[in-house]
């Protein structure tokens, strides 16, 4: 526990993805998930301010470059916790605040003034309810640059909306700009336990989903990249003992359904289930 009393939370890991940054300045990735109540305020534009009981996970890694030539994370550096209750942490400016750093979670901090520090930092966004994170969301908002809409606009002509999946991994491609991101159904997640999966079955006996989009910079962290506009969205789905794998591509401006030659669906199959699951404590 951290020196302020603020609670870990391991279920950290079960909640849903809201966005993912690419931090350029300091060489990191960063998903940032919710919880079921922050998940539902972000689909319902319910954010300025967030409602009592919401929670995120910022979890951060450092930026390996692949033999793939794609920038991927590497070691895992550290998760933060925020829990927005407006009354009991009113001196905190509504939110308690945790660090764990390194895989053995550290509590980051000599003393319970630590908590200055986050504070001080999200001070620039005050009027966001000192919330960063721009959601992948549908829901519309009048004022600008509180939720990220252009990331979300994925048609409903997909067979799936993986942005309600878990989120696996991500990596960007330094020469076209585009950051990708890898889902998983809840099947994909569970499989994800090593305790869970069958040594004689696949990796992913599931669903997996890869979204690419066009990266753009963040308007509320210098340095850092945020997804766009959607580039592409690849589904792979793999039956029970691997006896069926099958592969959809869309693509376009209108994220149509390519017809993907086998040789390419086999690659982009093989592609998809070798991308290791970002690191976790």
Known sequence: ??????????EFENWKPLSTTDRGENNTFRFVLGNDIAIKAAQAGNISPWP??????????????????????????????????????????????????GLDLKPYGGDARFV???TGCHMPVSGDDYVYTLPITTAKSSREEVVNNRAAALPPNLPYQPLAWNAITMFTDPNTHTASTLYGNDEALRTLHPRETDPGSPKYPAGLALITWVQRDDPHWFGARIPDVPLSVEFVQVAAAAQMTSYRRFAGRDLAEDSVPGSVAAQRTNFLVSLAPAQLP
């Open 1 to 10: 526990m951290p020196f302020n009393g603020f609670p870990f939370d391991p």
């Open 52 to 101: 009592d009981g919401a929670r995120f996970a910022k979890i951060a890694w450092q930026q390996e470059l692949g033999r793939d030539g794609f920038t991927h994370p590497g070691g895992f550096v550290q998760v933060e916790l925020m829990l927005k209750n407006a009354q009991l942490y009113k001196d905190t400016e509504g939110w308690g605040w945790g660090r764990w750093r």
């Open 116 to 118: 200055n520090e986050c």
